[in-house]
């Protein structure tokens, strides 16, 4: 098998004006290919294919996607554009349901045309905020990796589970963004990443990318977490996420609330990296957020390989909650919370959503 090389923060979706160069992660390790994505159509697919994926990086390429289905708009009529806009918004909205981040930057760019007065001028302000939210993300997730990496030190074993590196976001990550800047400091963590069945995002990504950061990772499944946790002197557990409700629940890959299960009975700090553009402050509690549920041949199968009988009745929901209780602090951009006192940062976050 080859396994290609990363530079470490490789950028994961380009904007091009007409199209948007992909990096396809379905297809890493073994290959690093960008693909081209030049209509709505393709990039409502590449997400819910999840060519692209990690809340940030979906939030990312939906935002370019609106902006490259206007550059593409031809008539001068203002009001015909921002009907039409509205639809390819909420079409892109339908690729994926759980990370909020997604409708999140939809909004963000939508928004900007709704203030226009003209379609050339909206065309303008989507591409400047499309590119504004990708700055910011590398940004802010520095940020996270600064104070996640406060709740670590040298030689600590850390759990994850999934990819929330560099690729699921502008750069860095969330959740290995801390793995990232240990490395600037000259520390040597040892990370335990859960290989996150059905789809192998920890296995095929998150080994790949830390390798590539010369990062000392070990591969583990999924029903190996407890007993790695408890033989192996795990210090902590890190993960990423797709939605915060106001009440502190979050929603992330599936398997997250089992590690954050087993982390609170071996008493092991259970964190969670997550961008404040992954706080949804019109979800009350972890019960209202739509969890994704994906096709029977994700469980079924592993790549073309069939594993099951075919007619096999399958469940494949893609996240989990995990309730506030279990979860030892919130680290963002602003800082570390505990997830019983976000009250301030909502309070923030409404603000900002209204003005
Ligand atoms: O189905 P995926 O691969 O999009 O799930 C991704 C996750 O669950 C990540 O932990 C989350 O999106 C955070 S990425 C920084």
Excluded at 183 to 199: F, S
Excluded at 226 to 245: E, F, L, P, Y
Excluded at 250 to 268: R, S
Aim: charged residues 20%; proline residues 4%; contains cysteine.
């Amino acid at each position: 098998m080859t396994v290609v090389e990363q530079k470490v923060g490789v950028v994961s979706v380009i904007y091009k004006k007409d199209h948007i160069s992909l990096l396809d992660q379905r297809l890493l390790p073994q290959k690093m290919e960008y693909v081209q994505l030049s209509t709505l159509q393709d990039v409502w697919h590449a997400i819910s294919r999840l060519q692209v994926r990690g809340a940030p990086a979906i939030g990312i390429a939906a935002a370019f996607g609106l902006v490259i289905w206007a550059n593409d708009w031809k008539s001068s009529d203002f009001p015909s554009f921002l009907d039409s806009l509205r639809g390819a918004k909420s079409q892109l909205a339908s690729s994926r349901p759980t990370a909020i981040n997604l409708k999140w930057a939809l909004d963000r760019v939508a928004n900007q045309a709704e203030k226009s007065s003209s379609v050339s001028e909206a065309k303008l302000a989507m591409e400047t905020e499309a590119l504004k939210i990708q700055a910011e993300d590398e940004a802010t997730c520095r940020k996270i990796g600064e104070y996640g990496l406060a709740l670590f030190a040298d030689e600590q074993n850390i759990m994850t589970i999934c990819n929330a590196g560099s690729i699921a976001t502008a750069r860095y990550g969330t959740a290995l963004a801390p793995f990232y800047l240990s490395k600037e400091k000259g520390w040597n963590l040892h990370i335990y990443a859960c290989e996150t069945r059905p789809l192998l995002q920890g296995a095929r990504l998150t080994t790949w990318e830390l390798q590539q950061a010369d990062i000392d990772v070990t591969l583990i499944t999924d029903s190996m977490a407890a007993h790695t946790m408890q033989t192996k002197g795990i210090d902590a557990v890190i993960v990423g996420c797709d939605r915060v409700a106001r009440n502190g629940d979050i929603a992330n890959k599936i398997g997250t609330f089992g590690l954050a299960i087993q982390a609170k009975a071996l008493n092991i700090p259970f964190y969670v990296a997550a961008p404040l553009s992954t706080f949804d402050i019109d979800t009350a509690t972890g019960k209202d957020i739509p969890i994704e549920e994906r096709s029977d041949e994700e469980v079924t199968c592993i790549g073309n390989a069939q594993l099951a009988p075919l007619s096999t009745k399958v469940f494949n929901p893609a996240f989990d909650v995990t309730p506030a209780d279990y979860i030892t602090a919130i680290v963002t951009e602003q800082g570390i919370f505990t997830p019983n006192n976000l009250d301030k940062l909502i309070e923030q976050i409404t603000k900002e959503t209204v003005s």
